[in-house]
């Protein structure tokens, strides 16, 4: 739990500092890796749980893909929404909403809460109970369809 | 270490099974889902633990990069090589080479090879040792660049 806090903390230092870590990466690769991140990688690994919820259950692949998930939701993805990214810039279109750039207090809710739950959901899923990850699984994506309705167009 | 190794294994069940996994995923799609996790998670990640090696040292930063490339490495990317992805499909380019497709052993041997390096360097993350990382950060390139000469176009 510890470590979890810590690695929140550490998203949230992130993204404060997104000015300064941003300098590095251009805004349209900033859009590209957290489009990456979010859209597809997250997706696929988050369609892979749910297929085996809904299927037969592979504990090893729903570990690995919980694991997944949680590991690019620690590393600190807020350094991606640094100036420049509000909008499409060098050929690459972005859904995000003004607010993700002012609203700091509900930016960082919607962020501790993801982080938390997708720590828990690998935490939950390397036990290898179904039901307990189904729980875990569907607290991970009422935190994506939250940032998603405040910060994403549609 | 057991862990590591079941990991592998299921990575290369995950290549061996490709075609049956991938059937859930359209073939662009995959594609767009390997470069997502190579071309961007990866090289961002890879590409912040540099900038760690080479000015100011953040212990966090760096062992939340080496995690989320060994929580990709370790996801089944392999499932994400299925049929109708050796070539351009719906939208979605690849410089994927045939041979991935064909040299069963040569892909085995890259794939356990990048899975080892990055599991190694997240676990040398954790330890924080800046000097150990640079080692293990190079052996986790080395493989990369192996996959990449053998089976990617320039």
Redo the contacts between chains.
Sequence with gaps: MKKII??IA?GMA?FALASAASA??KPE?QI??R???Y???MS??M??IK?NLEGSYNK??VA??A??????A???MGA?YGPGTEKAVGGQTTRVKPAMFTDKEGVTKVAVDFNKAANNLAKVAADGDAAAVKVAFGEVGKTCKACHDQYREE
């Design positions: 810590a690695r550490f992130a590095q990466v690769d590209k890796y489009k990456a991140g859209s597809y990688m696929w690994n369609g892979k297929a090893d692949q690995a893909a694991n997944a998930i949680a590991g690019i620690n590393s600190g991606l």
